[in-house]
């Protein structure tokens, strides 16, 4: 199972050019000064998880990247896409091997083959951080730039279907309504992949 995470941040800022003739005045006896700082904890939740025998990663068995999403002012967005590998994978030692290519025996079983991969999405959750209502804004999902539904098998049998490519962007008639200046939008969908094998 994997999660990804897109984002964007639309971010105002305000700065102050001092120059050398600015004179920056010092504390004054009997008045006080304050300051903050926000801090927050976190825990790290695993956004892989592996099965016994695959597991995904991202680009050429590396990390997978978060993809960008682009949000217009009118509402519109779309994004970057977000690359995937579905590859063979030892839940004893965590090694992580060769892709899981249909048709291609498993490395090192002999006559055991993977016959078909079939994928599965769920719907896109996007949540906005000062809380902007998204509820009524719906993402269109695409898989190797093909619209796809949400919740529904998408059986490949292609060599190459263990490499796949993820974007989104949004459905017509919908969009984000009203875009704040300084939010952080998330998209957030779950990819699933099952390898059926046969001799």
Not at 61 to 73: E, N, T, W, Y
Not at 155 to 177: L, Q
Request: avoid cysteine; proline fraction near 4%; aromatic fraction near 8%.
């Amino acid at each position: 199972m994997k999660k990804i995470i897109i984002f964007t941040a639309i971010t105002s800022f305000f700065y102050l050019s001092i120059t050398a003739d600015t004179v920056i005045a010092g504390p004054v006896a009997g008045t006080s000064d304050s300051s903050s700082a926000a801090i927050q904890w976190a825990a790290n939740i695993p956004v892989i998880v592996p099965g016994e025998f695959i597991t995904f990663t991202g680009d050429n068995s590396g990390p997978i990247k978060d993809g960008m999403l682009d949000i217009q002012a009118n509402g519109k967005f779309s994004s970057t896409p977000v690359l995937l590998e579905l590859r063979y994978y030892d839940d004893e030692t965590g090694d992580i091997g060769t892709g899981v290519i249909v048709g291609e025996d498993v490395p090192g079983l002999g006559l055991v083959k993977a016959n078909t991969i079939t994928y599965r999405v769920s719907a896109v959750q996007l949540t906005s951080k000062q809380d902007n209502d998204l509820s009524g804004t719906q993402a269109q999902v695409l898989m190797n730039n093909v619209p796809v539904s949400s919740n529904v098998d998408l059986v490949e049998t292609d060599a190459d279907s263990w490499k796949t490519s993820w974007s989104i962007k949004n459905k017509p008639g919908s969009g984000i309504d009203d875009t704040v200046a300084g939010d952080t939008v998330t998209a957030t969908t779950v990819i699933y992949a099952d390898v059926n094998f046969a001799n």
